[in-house]
T-cell receptor, first 114, second 119 residues
Framework: AQSVSQHNHHVILSEAASLELGCNYSYGGTVNLFWYVQYPGQHLQLLLKYFSGDPLVKGIKGFEAEFIKSKFSFNLRKPSVQWSDTAEYFCAVSSNFGNEKLTFGTGTRLTIIP | DGGITQSPKYLFRKEGQNVTLSCEQNLNHDAMYWYRQDPGQGLRLIYYSQIVNDFQKGDIAEGYSVSREKKESFPLTVTSAQKNPTAFYLC??????????????????FGPGTRLTVL
């Protein structure tokens, strides 16, 4: 069974700092990878996704993630965070065999200090 | 506006009672899902349905039941057998393997959630 690990449970940064949130998955086959974000009081929404091709994926609001197959990782990055990035971030994986199910990580709470 | 609606937003129930959470989507998606979100545990899959009149258990189905009689609706019943029902419940949908493009068929869209409290 596939699993997802997000080792950072709570990250606190100052505005303008650079961000990297870790995500590792355990599945040996082809995968689809996702980052979702949950802003306070809002729906969970898609930040970015990887299906195939360029392993560097760009998403909304200046976020990007890099798929490193050899490390089973899909870390989320942003060069300069803003106070409005305060949210909970979830990494998710799906095996790419017509499988619609996603397996989510436990989430990382990001707090940005103005 | 296309999207997913969940009602009610807050729900209180007495111990020993069954309660049904509503989830409706107007995205014409084939697949629908129910998750439970607890602090520090992420989203855990309760049940999912890939097509009308069919559904499968997720990772934590015990104490829950679902039905999928219509494409747009996927209600979740939390039964009295669920030992720890107080949680935030999220419904989601995706186009599905037969209904979506190859690069988006399993991209899930989420509703606003229902917070259930058992008194």
């Amino acid at each position: 069974a596939q699993s997802v690990s997000q080792h950072n449970h709570h990250v606190i940064l100052s505005e303008a700092a650079s961000l990297e949130l870790g995500c590792n998955y355990s599945y040996g086959g082809t995968v689809n990878l996702f980052w979702y974000v949950q802003y306070p009081g809002q729906h969970l929404q898609l930040l970015l996704k990887y299906f195939s091709g360029d392993p560097l994926v760009k998403g909304i609001k200046g976020f990007e993630a890099e798929f490193i197959k050899s490390k089973f990782s899909f870390n989320l990055r942003k060069p300069s965070v803003q106070w409005s990035d305060t949210a909970e971030y979830f990494c998710a994986v799906s095996s790419n065999f017509g499988n619609e199910k996603l397996t989510f990580g436990t989430g990382t709470r990001l707090t940005i200090i103005p | 506006d296309g999207g997913i609606t969940q009602s009610p937003k807050y729900l209180f129930r007495k111990e020993g009672q069954n309660v049904t959470l509503s989830c409706e989507q107007n995205l014409n998606h084939d697949a629908m899902y129910w998750y439970r979100q607890d602090p520090g545990q992420g989203l855990r899959l309760i049940y999912y349905s890939q097509i009308v009149n069919d559904f499968q258990k997720g990772d934590i189905a015990e104490g829950y039941s679902v039905s999928r009689e219509k494409k747009e609706s996927f209600p979740l019943t939390v039964t009295s057998a669920q030992k720890n029902p107080t949680a935030f419940y999220l419904c989601a949908s995706s186009p599905g393997f037969w209904g979506g493009a190859l690069t988006s068929y399993n991209e899930q869209f989420f509703g606003p959630g229902t917070r259930l409290t058992v008194l």
